[in-house]
């Protein structure tokens, strides 16, 4: 299996430090992650990450178009776009600051976008991120009337046709739009696949963005912070990347109109993150435990339940929205709650709790649908503002439960040493929430990585068994065959149009099928990369494959077997 070889993309490359993580103790597994996230701050390989003298630069230059719209919010918005995890911190990031400047009595002027509309808060909805348009007439409607709008589009991979129809439309109108590219390949390795039903590839858009940015028009945020510890994971280290460098940017620009006296430092306030990451893992016993634990309760069909009041609770729904998408999960298995549901989500669509159970999130919602069903295989998680209270449930006692164990997690770092990082108390009451945030972050992501890997979901450090539903898994899919099975890629993909057409000979008319009509006819099904992959070792029917895939459950244990046995 190759590591990262310079050529592909690195947001989908493997990361060395990970490749034996399917078999690592829980102790082993967290310190995979720490020196994973350290990465974000260190850098990877030549690249310096997050404190990379242009990317301090870059965020400067946002800054100063963040404060002309905060300035004069009448004309003025700010839009964060994207898909999946990177539309979810778009929503909650432009939550956030809206909140800010509404308890400041200050018009609030941000709003997000996200591929799929709100659903996509809660549950993956993949396929709108393939499409351009949609993306540019949700940046139409929600940018409409005004004249000064910055827009970020984020996308780890800087390949979602979504973000590129936007970023394309911006550069067509760079009288109104300053667009902003965040994400995490270098440039070169911008996607140069062709977009399905339009006549440019995200390369192209990327191209383009670079001659407005000689001008000072556009601006491309692109620091590398190295593979994924799963690989292509991007929720996990991109995610805490774009919610770490969004967060710098609106708050310097927050900081430098309202508070002008107060003296900045983008660096320190960067770093206060890198040292809540240290603190939230010099904990490796109580991080290891909960992982033992939340693993358990998978392992034996039980659930993963987080309750979180305030913006933890956001943090806690965004986490278990991506079980499903990454790990095949139900959408039953990890579940987030959030005291007020809705009233406090504060989304553009409001109350969804209408489409479903799985829309039903506030902290009632849980006392009513949950609570009675709970058994002492489901797995509570309390976090609370200031400290994270851990519950395992095993016994019910009325309304209430009982803990079984108590396992604390510090969220924050002592107000004494936010103080001397970020240089004065003012910085440390205005901000103090945003590192609660991502220490929470960094331990639902612990929480549901592990309890998936202990469930066998992982091979290595791929997730195999990944649901063809959009244009960037199904080349996922064709280099996961590629890998394993040194095939070239032609017949690797041929390998996974058997599998995703159920059929041993593909007729002319399925090999000339567009990618999306693969993508339609393989979205609804299970286990087509494991399938593909069983044809392709054991040179057996198609059928043959799926019968030994219906016989043992653990794909993990499937492949490796198979793997062994070449
Ligand atoms: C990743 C997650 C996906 C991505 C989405 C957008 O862990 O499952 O939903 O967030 O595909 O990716 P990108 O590269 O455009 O930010």
């Not at 567009?514 to 198609?542: D, G, M, R």
């Amino acid at each position: 299996m190759s590591a990262y070889d310079g050529r592909g993309s690195v947001t989908e490359a493997s990361n060395q430090m990970t490749e034996n993580i399917d078999v690592a103790s829980p102790l082993e597994f967290i310190s995979m992650l720490k020196v994973c996230d350290e990465e974000i701050f260190s850098g990877w390989k030549e690249y310096k990450g997050l404190f990379h003298d242009s990317t301090l630069a870059v965020i400067d230059r946002v800054r100063n178009v963040a404060a002309s719209v905060l300035k004069d919010p009448s004309n003025g918005l700010v839009v964060l776009s994207g898909c999946g995890t990177s539309g979810r911190l778009a929503y909650m990031t432009a939550r956030s600051f809206n909140s800010k400047l509404s308890a400041n009595g200050i018009e609030p002027c941000f709003r997000y976008t996200i591929a799929g509309g709100d659903k996509a808060l809660f549950t993956s909805q993949e396929s709108p991120e393939d499409d351009p348009y949609s993306g540019i007439k949700a940046l139409q409607r929600v940018s409409a009337g005004k004249c000064n709008v910055l827009l970020i589009g984020i996308t780890c991979g800087l390949s979602a046709p979504f973000v590129a129809g936007q970023l394309d439309y911006c550069l067509q109108n760079l009288n109104i739009f300053t667009p902003v590219l965040l994400g995490f390949n270098p440039t070169c390795l911008a996607r140069n696949l062709p977009i399905e039903r339009w006549n440019k590839t995200f390369l192209k858009v990327v191209e383009a963005l670079k001659i407005a940015q000689a001008e000072n028009r556009a601006h491309i945020l692109n620091p590398v912070v190295g593979p994924e510890q799963i690989t292509g994971s991007s929720r996990m280290k991109s995610g805490t990347a774009t919610k770490i460098l969004l967060e710098t940017i609106f708050a310097s620009a927050y900081m430098s109109v309202f508070h002008p006296d107060v003296v900045w430092h983008t660096d320190r306030f960067m770093n206060a993150y890198s040292n809540i990451c240290g603190c939230v893992y010099s904990h490796p016993d109580a991080l290891a435990e909960l992982v033992t634990t939340a693993g358990e309760s998978l392992k034996n069909r039980g659930h993963i339940y987080y309750i979180a009041w305030d913006t933890l609770g956001l943090v806690s729904i965004i986490d278990a929205s991506e079980c499903p998408p990454t790990y095949g999960a139900s959408l039953d298995d990890v579940r987030g709650f959030v005291e007020d549901g809705f009233t406090f989500m504060q989304n553009d669509e409001g109350n969804l709790s209408g489409l479903g159970k799985h829309f039903r999130i506030s902290s009632d919602d849980f006392t009513r649908d949950v609570l009675p069903t709970l058994t002492d295989l489901d797995f509570v998680i309390a976090y609370i503002k200031g400290k994270s209270e851990v519950l395992r449930s095993t016994v019910r006692v009325g309304p209430a439960l009982r803990p079984s164990a108590d396992i604390y997690m510090p969220l924050c770092l002592p107000e004494q040493e936010i103080r001397s990082l970020c240089g004065n108390t003012v910085l440390w009451k205005e901000w103090s929430y945003l590192f609660s945030e991502i220490a929470c972050k960094w331990i639902c992501n612990a929480v549901s990585t592990g309890a998936h890997i202990l469930k066998g979901k992982v091979y290595r450090n791929i997730m195999v068994d990944l649901r063809v539903s959009n244009n960037k898994l199904f080349h996922r899919a064709v280099g996961i065959i590629e890998r394993f099975t040194q095939l070239p890629k032609n017949q690797a993909q041929s390998f996974l149009l058997m599998s995703i057409y159920n059929t041993d000979r593909l007729t002319n008319e399925q090999e000339a099928s567009a990618i999306a009509s693969h993508i339609e006819v393989a979205t609804p099904q299970e286990k087509i990369v494991p399938c593909a992959l069983l044809t392709a070792f054991l040179e057996c029917p198609i059928a043959e494959a799926k019968q030994i895939l219906s016989e043992e459950p653990v794909i993990r244990t499937v492949v490796s077997k198979i793997l062994e046995r070449q």
